[in-house]
């Protein structure tokens, strides 16, 4: 676990290289999300199946039981309910729109400098 | 001089076809370069001796010949040694005869104007939009100059077949390294000029990906050449499963389900069903005790 946890580090972090590059997640909590999402995508078939033979008046309910422990046996970060949709420059979790992926002072700071390609001020 | 009647008519049956040949040749004007490729053959091939009864019966014939009778032996003499020239060539196989070479050329008549506008042809001072030169260009119609055209004629054998064998040795010599694929890759990101305008900017959006083609391909990226018979008709992965039961019914609906996924490819699909599969047959003796 703590030698997963240094790997994650080291790969946020870079190596410390006489160029000092720099990992790119903004905090630790942006690096975790993404560990989730990178996670669910890969146990997504999975769990889908998994799911189907669960949610299911056909098969008899001891086997449906049998998925359940199934897929509670499967890392906890797999599951896609736990992915958060953080601002992607900031890492804020909150006040963050979907389309852009920004939080909203971030989005406002771009917007005024027009830099967001078809945002304007609203005015009527 | 021991020399039968019969071989002497048909030397002089081939004396007065060659010379027939030769008048033709002269009329045509082609002798002085026949002659020539005569001489050179002769040149080459005096290291092999005639047949020496031939040489008699030659000078036989040449002796009735009614006009120079020296010319008339020489000229047989040289005849002959081309035949075994020729007849020794096709034992050993491929004759490179030039006369099939020549025989369709024709010497051309050029004016000085003519000759000068080729010239100009060939150095062209334009200059392309991306700064390179344009080059002359070379039409097909070329080779339709002289109202002939490449595939007829006679085979002149000049060029072997290439082997398959060669061709194989070269594409295992030539994988690509790394080192060609960098080298490939530098020339490219040196030799590519800056888009002109935005209709050259696009176009390179489109090859980089990062705009769509237009008209919207509703497809792309995602057409892996299945049919829809494919997509739709999965009934044939289920020959494993048993025919009667509640999982029958459950891999019945899981099959509805995916026919009705435009989402996954074919692939995938089969990949679903395998695992559905694997997972029961793992949970068979489970199942057995229900």
Known sequence: ?124 | MKVEVTTKRKFQELKEQEIKKQATNEQEGLDSESSTFQNTAEDVQRSKPLNPELVQAASAVASSFPRSKEQAESELLAQLRRHEETTDKQRRGGTINIRNVISEMAVKRQSPAQRGVRISNRISLEMDEDGQRIKPGRSSSRSFDSGRSLKAGKRLNIFTKASPETENTLKTVSSPTIWDLEFAKEIAAVTEQPPRNGFEEMIQWTKEGILWEFPIDNEAGMDDGAEFHEHIFLEKHLKDFPKQGPIRHFMELVICGLSKNPYLSVKQKIEHIEWFRNYFEEKKEFLQEI
């Not at chain 1, 703590?2 to 290289?17: D, G, I, T």
Request: proline share 4%.
């Open chain 1, 1 to 124: 676990m703590a030698a997963s946890a240094l790997c994650w580090a080291l790969r946020a972090a870079r190596q410390v290289l006489p160029s000092q590059t720099r990992g790119y997640y903004v905090d630790w909590r942006m690096l975790r999300d993404v560990k989730r999402r990178k996670l669910a995508y890969e146990y997504a078939d999975e769990r889908l199946r998994i799911n189907a033979i669960r949610k299911n008046t056909i098969l008899p309910k001891e086997l449906q039981e049998v998925a359940d422990k199934e897929i509670a046996a499967l890392p906890r970060d797999s599951c896609p309910v736990r992915i958060h949709n953080r601002c992607v420059l900031t890492s804020r979790p909150r006040g963050v729109k979907r389309r852009w992926r920004l939080s909203r002072i971030v989005f406002r700071h771009f917007a005024d400098h027009a830099q967001m390609s078809g945002i304007q001020r609203a005015m009527w």
